[in-house]
Structures are given as structure tokens and as C-alpha cells.
T-cell receptor, first 115, second 117 residues
Framework: GAVVSQHPSRVICKSGTSVKIECRSL??????MFWYRQFPKKSLMLMAT?????????EQGVEKDKFLINHASLTLSTLTVTSAHPEDSSFYIC???????????FGDGTRLSIL | AQSVTQLDSHVSVSEGTPVLLRCNYS??????LFWYVQHPNKGLQLLLK??????LVKGINGFEAEFKKSETSFHLTKPSAHMSDAAEYFC???????????????FGKGTKLSVKP
């Protein structure tokens, strides 16, 4: 079946550091990938839709300059949390559609902890 | 606007007993509905989906859900709980009239299922 790989699975770093998270579709091409944020004991919040070869579409309230998204190829999207602060600590999850409109396949998530 | 309401934040059952996780939705169009499961510190795994075909949908691991338009419900059930079913479950709606082919998903707040030996 379709597999979405997310790396790293866990990051612990100091405040002010920029952190890059990768999301790869391993056995299919994904023109669209999605980035979610999940707070403790909360549901997933869509942050942005990553479009291959064009700018990402951000949800209302999500800072574009804070959360940089690059979708350079049909199998890779990256989320960079710039100048991370403790309030950015969260669980970040990516997903992708094998076929547009079909159920999304999710990565295993990245636990980001900013000290 | 679309919305999803999971009526119980926490459900606890004994192993071998039935599971019922409740979900109600609100949508302006004919929605696609999904149930996803999330184990601790993991991503989401699709259990089953409803996309306007049969109203009773069978998924993986013995789970099934019934789409009831008159009740705007999509409850998840399993006849007999297993210890490995303990996880967080999310009811999700994808509205074709919202976000189009981008597949925007609206998540419920989740139901934590605990299974007692």
C-alpha cells in the first residue's frame, strides 16, 4: 500500500534554531501534500497545503514566514520551523493523496520539542 | 460549514465486549467520511471510508461504520474489543464542496479508547 515517510521522528533543540521536517511519498507521486499540527490531547489542525512546483496554501492564522514549506519534487515536501520557540513545540504530521480526492495517507509524525 | 462532533472524548470497554464510538457530522454537500486511528506518537491509519456507496462500511481490524443520513451520524463499531485496539480514534469529513480536489479534511476532536483486560 501507499507509504508516507516522515523524518525525523523526534527533534529536541534550543530556542532560536530552525528545524526542517521532511515528508516523502515512497511509492507514489504526490502533487499535493498536507501539513498538520497536533497539540497534546487535541485533534489535528491543518496548517497548510503543499503544492508541487508552486507556493503552499496556508490556513488562516498560520504564519507563512514561521513555517516555510517547500515542495520541490513530486515525492518530497519539507516544513521548516524557523527560529523555533518553546510555543512551537508540538507534534507535526504530514499526509499525501495517492490520487486526488482519495483518502490521505499519513506519515508517522515528528515530535518537536524546543527547549 | 462542515463540522464533525465526536460525542465522547473517552470510551472504556473490557476486552471482548463491543465498541461504539459516536460521530455526528454537518455538511452542506454529500460528504466523504472517514475513521482514522492513531496510536501514541504515531501518524494516522485509515480504518474505513464512506464515499456514497454502501451505507454500511467495513474496515480493517474488524471495525465497521454505518452512514445514516437522517441522523447525520457515522458511528464506528466493533463486535469484540481487543487490547491492541486501545488508541485515539478520529472521525473525519472531507467535503467536496470545500477545498475541492485538494482533499481538505475536517477532524473531530478524537475519542480515546481504553480496553481493560
Amino acid at each position: 500500500g501507499a507509504v508516507v515517510s516522515q523524518h525525523p521522528s523526534r527533534v529536541i533543540c534550543k530556542s532560536g534554531t530552525s528545524v526542517k521536517i521532511e515528508c516523502r511519498s515512497l511509492d507514489f507521486q504526490a502533487t499535493t501534500m498536507f501539513w498538520y499540527r497536533q497539540f497534546p490531547k487535541k485533534s489535528l489542525m491543518l496548517m497548510a497545503t503543499s503544492n508541487e512546483g508552486s507556493k503552499a496554501t496556508y490556513e488562516q492564522g498560520v504564519e507563512k514566514d514561521k513555517f516555510l514549506i517547500n515542495h520541490a519534487s513530486l515525492t518530497l515536501s519539507t516544513l521548516t520551523v524557523t527560529s523555533a520557540h518553546p510555543e512551537d513545540s508540538s507534534f507535526y504530521i504530514c499526509s499525501a493523496n495517492r490520487v486526488s480526492g482519495q483518502p490521505q495517507h499519513f506519515g508517522d509524525g515528528t515530535r518537536l520539542s524546543i527547549l | 460549514a462542515q463540522s464533525v462532533t465526536q460525542l465522547d472524548s473517552h470510551v472504556s470497554v473490557s476486552e471482548g465486549t463491543p465498541v461504539l464510538l459516536r460521530c455526528n457530522y454537518s455538511s452542506s454537500y454529500s460528504p466523504s467520511l472517514f475513521w482514522y486511528v492513531q496510536h501514541p506518537n504515531k501518524g494516522l491509519q485509515l480504518l474505513l471510508k464512506y464515499t456514497s456507496a454502501a451505507t454500511l462500511v467495513k474496515g480493517i481490524n474488524g471495525f465497521e461504520a454505518e452512514f445514516k443520513k437522517s441522523e447525520t451520524s457515522f458511528h464506528l463499531t466493533k463486535p469484540s474489543a481487543h487490547m491492541s485496539d486501545a488508541a485515539e480514534y478520529f472521525c473525519v469529513v472531507s467535503d467536496p464542496g470545500y477545498g475541492g480536489s485538494q482533499g481538505n479534511l475536517i477532524f473531530g476532536k478524537g475519542t480515546k479508547l481504553s480496553v481493560k483486560p
